[in-house]
């Protein structure tokens, strides 16, 4: 039982001291005090167990409190905290050796931040530094972060503020086989199909030109000759699992780079084993980013945030001193490598790829059962489930309905996210380690979610 501050209490300080911005978002109406966690479950200040399924935003890789990764952080408090980096300590070292063994050849080179906007800032500025070049293309409904240079990349109007943000970003088409004009069934790489038919010929996606087809048009009409780089989320995150054609990627880094730029594949949410049949998303559509930028499950929770990239960009980047305080702080190394471990250890990798698959199969029969689950998607545990109106308009689910069936599943026990340009896609991105039995009991309380509110109306 918690015996600490009352929840009056916690509001008020909430309310007067807080962020107004996030003391406004509760995330529900009747707000979770969450007090403990154990791996894939919390527990709130009355005591009451939730499987969380969002893990702080596909954040809590290995599981909270991962008794590994707590024993290796309580024996680095111990010894040392922190030096800044200007001396030489073993952590580090030690730490950058095993992160650039999950990297291919020539991603071998590391800089260590805090957050995730903080290493897109950097990989923007190391692309501008790298080509000379200027201009950034990202797509439409991405999420890159919040600072005032990564505001200019996320393409997502509720974070972004009326000022001027880092200029020549621009988004183009998301490739969204379901919600964008073109695709469906097989455009995607994805244990379950779309219910949206396609014209692709066999062994042709059509989606895929067509979109490619947008990205010529960007060129064309929004950016110099030339280009800085390209930013790219392998599963669209805060976009809600949005997936590209298989061979989306390919050709855009292709273009890219004919057009002088670098590419850079955003691994915040995607990384560390997420989907599953890779180590990285950029590994299940057989590409080979320039820079890669990782945060969130690095740490399982603990702040810290990677930019990787090749020999040959780094010494461009070696103009000036990049200087950072905390990155590479000798306590973030000991979790950051102790994640990693863990991730091996547990076989993690191999149980979203298994846990995921179950997931969404399952899922897809919820979707052919109700007429408001408009799409399944998604690889190992990055998964997106994209609420409708009807499956012929498509048109979103309204933000009180999706609000309702979210606040019924928390009810029941079970906590999730939402997403997409419309807020209209449930997420599911758990703590890597959950099993069939806790899909199974979140299967039960979505579909009861479901009825209850197709019965109220
Ligand atoms: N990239 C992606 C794909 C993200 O989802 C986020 C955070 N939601 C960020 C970057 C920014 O990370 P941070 O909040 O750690 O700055």
Redesign the pocket.
Known sequence: EYTGMSKEHIMEIRSKNINPMTSKITYYKKPVFIHQGHMQWLWDMDGRRYLDLFAG?ATVAVGHCHPKVTAAVEKQLKKLWHTTNIYVNAPLHEYCEKLASHLPDPLKVIYLTN????A?DLAMLMARIHTGNYDIITFRGS????SQQTMGLTSQSSYKYPIATSSGCTHTMCPDVFRGPWGGSHCRDSPVQTIRQCSCAQGQCMANEQYIGQLKETFAASVPSRVAGFFG?PIQ??GGAVQYPKNYFKEAYKLVREKGGVCIA?E??TGFGRTGTHFWGFQGYGILPDIVTM??GIGNGFPM?AVVTTPEIAASFAKAYHFNTFGGNSVACAVGSAVLDAIREDGLQQNCHHVGTYLMTELAKLRDKHKIIGDVRGKGLQIGVEMVKDKTSREPLCPQAMMEIFEDVKDMGVLIGKGGLYGQTFRIQPPMCITTADVDFFLAVFDKAIHNYMDRQ
């Not at 957050?115 to 903080?118: N, P």
Request: proline content about 0%; aromatic content about 6%; charged content about 20%.
């Open positions: 935003v957050s995730g906007s903080e897109n999420y890159h972060g919040g989320e995150g805060m955003d915040v949410q945060a969130k945030a």
